[in-house]
């Protein structure tokens, strides 16, 4: 077939870049890249073929749900510098279903349909796999075939992207340093890059003041850049869109609810689902709705002031949502570009509302993170207002393992959370091993 990928400005200056090259900015106008596929290759193949191909590959001896779509991602990437952990083909789960978890939830919220796209039941246990089987198998590739010479992968990181990074390094044998705000990522996430054996640097900052320190690493050569900024995260991340219309026999929900930090996701979805329709997989796009914590909302101000272009940074404050906890976020542009091609609102959660949607989340026999926490109060607040309708198919992509948020679920239950109602709050009751007491509590 003769596929090809190459990097391109995203604002469209001229000039291409091969994938193998360590570059993260356009020279021109030192925009955003993005990965430019070529479309009149792949459109040789028409939809209906994509779709039965997709869905022989989607089998129990997969080795990948990403690399199941590999044309639409790294087509030129050869099978023995693949580094994967098998990420990918996640469950989406219904309301539809009468027994399912997520059943008492959508009616208790008043939704039509609700699914959940478990993105957190992955290796690493977050959708950052994804992204990052895709970035590591380029580079290994890179440096397999001489293109690149890199002395280590690095990437700042609120907890996740530093967990994946450093297993895929480590699987690749390649060299992983991660920047952590000290203090601000749960005891679960801190403690995956620390096995994996990458260096661990804690600075003295939040994660916007790591990103500018790992950039200007970047851009001395020092490192090789992992953050979603390198668009090459994003080709891997899309594939959560496509996966999402597969499930639905390859339909676009109406909207599709993402928490946010940096807005890579966000911009994924957006590649994903466009990419499906431009070749005749899907008929249309699905609405976006980016949802933010009320600590860390800077588009969400930006929409609400009617800002279309460049988005003024904020302070980002303390919040559960720790992975979204991002003032300055890098992926800016393209997700204002997402918002306007996908008829896309911003909404925002605070603390009491995301922990509450978790723990009736949770009492439905999900078990929610707080950044799918905060999805499902945006969800809930879009369908109270009647943005979204009654009848509407909403899933709400689910970012991560609730694992590893234990300190989080525990100081709900014990009451001990700042600037958070606790109302479904379900601690333990001491008793005496007396079976007359016992039978005095058992409902
Ligand atoms: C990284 C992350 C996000 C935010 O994704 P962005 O692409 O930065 O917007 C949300 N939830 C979890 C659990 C994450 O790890
Ligand atoms: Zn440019």
């Known amino acids: 077939m003769g596929l090809s990928a190459t990097f391109r400005c995203f604002r469209g200056c001229d000039g291409s870049y091969p994938l193998t090259q360590a570059i993260y900015r356009c020279p021109k106008c030192d925009g955003l890249l993005t990965v430019a596929h070529d479309m009149a290759a792949?459109?040789?193949?028409?939809?209906?073929?994509?779709?039965?191909?997709?869905?022989?590959?989607?089998?129990?001896?997969?080795?990948?749900?990403?690399?199941?779509?590999?044309?639409?991602?790294?087509?030129?990437?050869p099978e023995e510098a693949i580094v994967t952990t098998g990420e990918g083909m996640t469950p989406l789960v219904s309301s539809a279903r009468a027994a399912g978890p997520v059943r008492r939830l959508a009616s208790e919220l008043g939704f039509g349909e609700l699914l959940i796209k478990q993105c957190g039941t992955?290796?690493?246990?977050?959708?950052?796999?994804?992204?990052?089987?895709?970035?590591?198998?380029v580079v290994n590739h890179a440096v397999r075939s001489g293109a690149l010479d890199v002395r280590a992968i690095a990437c700042a990181s609120t907890g996740d992207t530093s967990a994946a990074l450093a297993a895929y390094g480590a699987a690749a044998g390649l060299p992983v340093v991660v920047l952590l705000p000290r203090g601000m990522v749960s005891v679960g996430q801190l403690v995956q890059p620390l096995s994996h054996g990458a260096r661990v640097l804690a600075l003295e900052t939040d994660f916007d003041g790591c990103m500018r320190v790992v950039r200007e690493l970047a851009a001395r050569g020092l490192v090789y850049l992992a953050n979603s900024m390198n668009p090459l995260r994003i080709e891997g991340q899309k594939t959560v869109a496509i996966e999402i219309a597969q499930q639905l026999g390859w339909q676009a929900p109406d909207w599709i609810v993402i928490p946010s930090g940096n807005l890579g996701n966000a911009a994924a979805l957006w590649a994903g689902f466009s990419m499906a329709r431009d070749l005749g997989v899907i008929d249309?796009?699905?609405?976006?709705?980016i949802a933010q914590a009320e600590n860390a909302n800077p588009m969400y101000l930006a929409f609400q002031a009617g800002v279309r272009g460049e988005v003024p940074a904020v302070v980002a404050r303390p919040t559960q949502a720790s992975a979204i906890r991002i003032g300055n976020p890098?992926?800016?542009?393209?997700?204002?570009?997402?918002?306007?091609?996908?008829?896309?609102?911003?909404?925002?959660?605070?603390?009491?509302?995301?922990?509450?949607?978790?723990?009736?989340?949770?009492?439905?026999g999900l078990y929610a993170d707080p950044h799918t926490g905060v999805a499902i109060a945006c969800a809930k607040k879009l369908r109270a207002r009647g943005?979204?309708?009654?009848?509407?198919?909403?899933?709400v992509v689910s970012t991560a393992s609730a694992l590893k948020f234990t300190e989080f679920k525990l100081g709900y239950h014990e009451r001990t959370l700042p600037d958070i109602d606790a109302a479904l709050a379900n601690a333990p009751?001491?008793?005496?091993?007396d079976v007359d007491e016992v039978a005095k509590h058992l409902v």
């Open 122 to 137: 992955t290796h690493t246990g977050s959708f950052k796999d994804l992204g990052m089987t895709v970035l590591v198998s």
């Open 429 to 433: 009751i001491p008793l005496p091993a």
């Open 284 to 289: 249309r796009l699905p609405r976006l709705c």
């Open 330 to 364: 890098v992926s800016a542009p393209r997700a204002m570009a997402a918002l306007e091609a996908m008829g896309g609102v911003v909404e925002q959660a605070s603390e009491t509302e995301l922990a509450d949607a978790c723990a009736r989340a949770d009492r439905s």
């Open 42 to 77: 792949l459109a040789e193949t028409s939809g209906e073929e994509w779709r039965r191909l997709f869905d022989r590959r989607w089998s129990a001896t997969s080795p990948s749900g990403v690399w199941s779509k590999r044309e639409w991602i790294a087509p030129e990437v």
């Open 387 to 395: 943005t979204i309708g009654a009848a509407e198919r909403v899933v």
